[in-house]
């Protein structure tokens, strides 16, 4: 069966070789000592294809789920690290460098934890345990976390959640405090580590993306340890503001945060075969194009990341229940996309654009 596995992936290998191909996203990543990465489900790592395409085509790789606290805290005595753990121990074996996601959300809990009926006092205690074990335990693998992720609504508001204000870690009604303080703590765990706030629908210019500049302009003017912001960019737009991403991306840089794109993909609408338009595609290389030159024309814009890599596992198509799909750069097969070229036109061209 190992033979057979690696006859797999040097055919792959070969392959991409014989389509033309003559680098990889990440050799010209590594060229310019850019970041470039994808969200990663360790039970595909087993896959020949997957393993081959990840490890050949990215310098940096984050667990799409394995490090959340439903995978991380199954009850509230025990941590299980053995998903994340494969997730790191798969890109150090490959070069690659790990962002850890996420330390803090407020949906997708697990069941004892938000039916616990836990007092502010206890909920304080269990989250500041849970971010000082989980970034002790990965202190050295994992460089950069998400430490927050979704923390503000649609209209920049703070969201209510489990930990602000249902019933929260002791900070109601008082803003971003209760994220200063998680910031605070996952300083101390790992102070090595850069720590961002990540976040959706704030790409651009809009009131959540100003909300957002407000509170880590604050937090830096305060000396609160935060060294970057984490744009997703779930595309569902193939109009995508190109102009105002690279607007926010630069006023957030003059705080002298980094930027990472977290989460890149731009969803199609797909047919009954699971198909999208050839003029589709064509238009989403475009979207594609524009937010990594956006990143790259601004030096503090250090990574772009995808949410996943193929077609064939990415979360769109349930989220959507079929609707749409096709949202990343290899199709369902590991072939490359036009999106895929037109990444690897942009970071060919380097920081300079060489337009």
């Avoid at 790191?88 to 996420?102: D, L, Q």
């Avoid at 190109?242 to 607007?247: G, R, S």
């Avoid at 338009?277 to 238009?283: E, N, Q, T, Y």
């Amino acid at each position: 069966m190992r033979v057979c596995r690696l006859t797999l992936v040097v055919l792959l290998v070969v392959g991409f070789a014989l389509s033309g191909q003559t680098q990889t996203l990440r050799q010209r990543a590594d060229q310019d000592g850019f970041l470039v990465g994808t969200a990663v489900r360790p039970a595909q790592l087993s896959e020949p294809a997957y393993a081959a395409t990840l490890a050949r085509e990215f310098n940096m790789a984050e667990a799409e789920d394995a490090m959340k606290w439903w995978v991380l805290r199954p009850d509230a005595n025990t941590y299980d690290f053995r998903q994340g753990d494969e997730v790191v121990r798969f890109a150090e074996t490959h070069g690659m460098r790990v962002r850890g996601h996420c330390l803090v959300w407020g949906r997708y809990n697990p069941d004892w934890l938000t039916q616990g009926h836990f007092k502010t006092g206890q909920l304080s205690r269990l989250l500041h345990e849970h971010i000082t074990r989980v970034m002790k335990h990965y202190a050295g693998h994992v460089f950069a976390w998400d430490v927050i992720n979704e923390a503000l609504d649609e209209n920049g508001n703070v969201r209510d959640s489990l930990w602000y204000d249902q019933p929260g870690i002791g900070f109601p009604q008082q803003g971003t405090a209760y994220i200063e303080q998680v910031f605070r703590w996952a300083h101390k765990a790992d102070p090595k580590a850069v720590l961002f706030y990540n976040e959706a629908e704030g790409e651009g210019l809009n009131r959540k993306s100003d909300a957002i500049y407000a509170m880590v302009k604050d937090f830096m003017r305060r000396n609160v340890p935060i060294h970057g912001v984490g744009l997703q960019m779930h595309i569902p737009t193939l109009n995508a503001d190109i102009p105002a991403i690279a607007a926010n991306i630069a006023r957030l840089a003059a705080l002298g945060l980094q930027v990472h794109i977290t989460e890149l993909d731009v969803s199609l609408p797909i047919d009954s075969s699971g198909h999208a338009g050839a003029d589709d595609l064509a238009r989403q290389a475009d979207v594609y194009r524009g937010i990594v030159r956006a990143c790259l024309n601004n030096a503090g814009c250090t990574a772009i990341q995808t949410w996943g890599f193929t077609d064939k596992f990415s979360w769109i198509g349930s989220h959507s229940h079929g609707a749409r799909g096709q949202a990343l750069p290899f199709d369902r097969a590991y072939q490359p996309k036009a999106a895929y070229r037109a990444m690897l036109e942009e970071i060919s061209a380097g920081r300079s654009g060489g337009h």
